[in-house]
């Protein structure tokens, strides 16, 4: 069978063999805690997708602080991974760490705000350019309240989404693009109606499909991230997010930037960095220094047109009625505290400044590695964060990036590298650089990856 990757399926298999009896006798805790763990948690992890990983059991991790986190075996790892962002700025960083213990005897949750809230509220104003925030729990959430206002606002029903994109787990979102259709995701667990009534899915990066699915007057918004991050990275083509702004003001639409992932672009993100204007603008994981918490923005307009709304839904009732949106904790007090701390101390424009040179050495780390063995593959790179995909260009869509992967291959070299004392984010390729990072770091990457491959190539017949 033909790869896409260039690499034989039988040398992959034969390579990670090894690799496998070699995670098992170096992390004898860790199996003895997966095999304690299957009896009380359901696929022996607390949340099932953790089993998903490269290792043979689940790795048990014990601590992590900046850019490194230690197992339960005592093995010390560098972090690439980084919580899949919700510790982009590092593992614990300190005045997080403070606010944690002052908030901890202050109260956590109270349904009622603080002086923090209105601090955070300015400082979102001020670095993002929206006027008006809401706090929730997570980006999911903040995605979910944001469609319903969408929907609300324009009194349209269709949600208008890219073909593998990530909004968290938002039911509308899960959706794929397949022969001109918009059809479920595959695997897609206890859905009791048809997603494809009322969300629409189309190719990243096409200008063509993007005007006709807005042109059928029945979009409420334009749900995207700037650049595509979870099936793969894929950069918009110059001039393309700025169309997704202009078709849906000629169209009617508003448009929602989810900048969960990409915020690692910026200390403004993509939508400051490239000028988006944004009607919504959401953010996740890492804006309280990986404390649970969720936000979005909404410029003056939607503002009015939200009051609007609850207008409208609640005519013929006494009172507000009920909008929905919210759980009672969100915006709780440690999450408000901790997100103030965040912003004026961590999240900073100094880390960037630390970030984002390392990542670009990373980056040409890997061209030049993919160059000196002689493999088909690029690298795509967007602030700190870089990825390299198994193809000879980088990926325009969604299905590209897809038809790029090469699960057992990428699962392979993500074991060698654990294995190794080093984690990059599961599921594809991707790594992110935190301030805590070093250029030492990010050459033991290299250096183990050349290891990994000259190893993996040696094999006989590596190469189809």
């Not at 059991?57 to 690439?80: M, N, Q, S, T």
């Not at 001020?126 to 309240?145: E, H, I, K």
Request: charged letters at 20%.
């Amino acid at each position: 069978m033909t790869t896409a990757s260039g690499i034989s399926q039988a040398a992959v298999e034969r390579f990670v063999a090894a690799e496998r009896e070699l995670f098992l006798s170096r992390n004898p805790k860790s199996a003895a805690l997966a095999e304690r763990a299957r009896h009380s948690l359901y696929g022996g992890v607390p949340m099932h997708w953790m089993a998903d990983w490269s290792t043979p059991v689940p790795l048990f991790v014990e601590r992590a602080k900046g850019a490194r986190f230690f197992d339960v075996d005592g093995h010390e790892y560098i972090d690439f991974c980084l919580g899949d962002t919700g510790s982009m700025f590092g593992h614990s960083p300190d005045p997080v760490a403070r606010a944690i213990a002052e908030q901890a005897g202050n109260g956590l949750t109270t349904m009622l705000p603080g002086e923090d809230a209105v601090v955070c509220g300015e400082l979102l104003a001020q670095r993002f350019g929206l006027p008006y925030w809401q706090v929730t729990a997570t980006a999911t959430d903040s995605n979910r309240y944001v469609l319903r206002w969408a929907r609300a606002i324009t009194q349209r029903k269709t949600l208008l989404v890219f073909d593998g994109c990530y909004h968290g787990t938002v039911d509308d979102v899960m959706v794929r693009h397949r022969d001109g259709q918009t059809v479920h995701r595959s695997g897609l667990i206890g859905q009791a109606y048809d997603l494809t009534e009322h969300s629409r899915a189309i190719p990243f990066n096409d200008v063509a499909a993007l005007e006709a699915a807005l042109a059928q007057g029945d979009v409420c918004a334009l749900l995207c991230e700037p650049a595509m991050t979870n099936i793969g990275m894929v950069l918009p083509d110059p001039g393309f997010m700025q169309r997704c702004r202009e078709l849906t003001r000629q169209y009617g639409s508003l448009l929602i930037i989810d900048e969960t992932h990409t915020i690692s672009t910026d200390i403004g993100g993509c939508t400051r960095l490239w000028g988006l204007e944004p009607d919504f603008f959401v953010v996740g994981k890492p804006i309280a220094g990986g404390v649970p918490c969720g936000i979005f923005g909404c410029s003056a307009a939607m503002a009015s047109a939200m009051n609007q709304a609850r207008q409208r839904a609640s005519e013929g009732s006494q009172g507000h009625g009920h909008s929905g949106m919210g759980t009672t904790l969100s915006a709780n007090a440690l999450a408000m505290h901790c997100m103030r701390a965040n912003l004026e101390q961590v999240m900073t424009q100094d880390a960037y400044d630390r970030m984002l040179p390392l990542a670009a050495r990373l980056a040409e780390g890997f061209r030049q590695l993919i160059g000196r063995h002689g493999l088909d593959w690029s690298v795509t790179e967007l602030g700190a964060r870089c990825e390299f995909q198994f193809c000879a260009t980088a990926p325009r869509t969604g299905a590209e990036a897809e038809a790029a992967f090469h699960d057992e291959l990428q699962m392979a070299l993500h074991l060698y590298l654990i294995n190794r004392g080093i984690l990059i984010t599961p599921f594809h390729n991707m790594t992110l650089c935190c301030p805590s990072t070093t250029t030492e770091d990010v050459d033991k990457l290299i250096v183990t990856l050349d290891l990994a491959l000259s190893e993996l190539l040696a094999i006989p017949g590596a190469r189809e």
